[in-house]
C-alpha cells in the first residue's frame, strides 16, 4: 500500500517518452491519493478479510444497486437498431426518457428533449463543455471546496485552468458575487480571462444544498459579466435531510429571473446549462451516462459532430430508456435510496457525535465533511497528510484529504459513506471511535 500521500511524478517527468507534450501531461495521475483507493479497494475489508481497508474517498454508491441491477436485467432486450450507428448526441428514446426524468423528479420545469446532449458520464461531459467553452488558459471558477476530479476534467485536455473560490463564511460554506467578482479580477491580473461559473447543487463534498437566493445572486452576477454558468445536479435526486425541499435547480432559478425580468430568456439560453449522469443517483458509475441540458443552438451543434468521441453504446442507452421510461419504478427506487442513504449517514454522524468530532451536517448526495483539526499536531497540510496516513494505517481508512478538495484550512476530510454496505459502515466507525480516543489519550498523557 502506498502511504506517501503524494504521488511522486519525478520519474514520469524525467522518463524519455515518445508521447506529444499533452500526451505526456495526461501521465501524472488525476488525483494524488488515486493510487491509495484502488490499492485499498482490491483489499476491502469483509467478515472474512479483517484486515482489509474500508475506501471511503470514491463518490460511488453500493447502496442501492441491488434494485437497479434487477431492474436492468429486465430492461436489456436487444432490439435490431442497436447494432447500427447512432445520434452521436444521443439517441431520441433516451433524450426523452432522461429529459422527462429530470423534468418529473428535480429540475421542476419543461425540458425539451431536443436540449438534452448524452455523453459517457459526466467526466466526459465536462470535458466536451470545456472544449467547446474555452481556450487554452482561460479560467474557470469554483467555489471552494470541491470535487478534486474537477482540475483533470478541464485542465487535462482543454488547459483550463480552475480557480477555487474560498468562501469568506467558514459555517455554511455560501460564496457570494463579491467573492466570484474579486476572483475574477485577480485572475485578470495574472492574464486569465474566466469564461466558466461551476456550481455542484447538492454539494460535494459538503453534501448540503445552495439556497435559491444564493443561486440567484451568482446566476445574475455571472451572466452580467458573460460568463457560462454550468450547474452540475449530479446528485439532485440523493436529498434525504430536513433541508431537503430546499433543492431547487439552476435552471428553474433562470426562468424564474426571466419571468421577473430579472434576466433575458436569450441570454440564459446561451450561457445557463445543467450537468447530470446516472452514476450518483443510480449507483450506475460503471455504465458511463451523463448528460448536457442546453438551450444554446451552438453548443448542441457542437456535440452534434463532438459527441462521437465520447459516445455512450446504444445497448446501453436502450436498456437506460426502458428503465427510466417506468416512472413507477423511478419514483420508488428514489425515495428508497434516500431511506438508505439516510440510514448510513445517520450512522456515521451517530459515532462522530459520540466521540465529539465536528462535521458539517448534510442533508443530500453522500458526503459528510469531517473536521478533525482537533487531530493535527499543528495546523499545516503537512500535519493533514501525516493525519490522512494515520488514519489509513490504522484504522484502515482511505478518506478525501481536504487540500486535495482545494480548501484553504488544513484538517478536513470528506467521508464518502455510501461507499460500503452498512455492516462494514460500522465497522470502519468503530475503527474510527477508537482511533480518535487513542489519539485524544495519547496527547492527554504527553502534557
Sequence with gaps: MNVNGKV?????ENRSTRLSKRGSKALTPFSPYIQAVNEAKQFQWSPTNEQGYFPMATAESVLSFDLIRDK?????DVPPTVGLYGNFKGGERLCQAIAKMMERTFMSVKV???HICISSGVTAVLDLFFFATCDAGDGCLIPAPYFPA??????VRNEVVPIPVQPADRLTYIPTAKEMEIAVVEASKRGIRVRVLLITNPGNPLGTLYPEATLKELLLWAVNRGLHVLSDEIYANSKFGVSADEFISMEKVAQNAISQNLLSADMAAQLVHTAYGMSKDFGMNGFRVGCLHSKSRELLEFWQNMGMFSAVSNDTQHSLAVMLEDETFIDSYVLENNRRLKRSYDLLTSTLEASCLKYMPACAAMFCWLDLRCLLSEPTFDAERCLWRELM?????VLTPGEACHYAEPGFFRVCY????PESL???CKNLADFVERKRRKRKAAE
Design 150 to 155: 474537477f482540475d483533470n476534467d478541464m485542465s
Design 8 to 12: 511522486e511524478c519525478k520519474e514520469a
Design 112 to 114: 425539451d428533449p431536443a
Design 72 to 76: 436492468i436485467r429486465q430492461c436489456r
Design 418 to 421: 455510501a461507499s460500503m454496505p
Design 393 to 397: 494505517n490504522e484504522c484502515k481508512i
Design 426 to 428: 460500522k465497522v470502519a
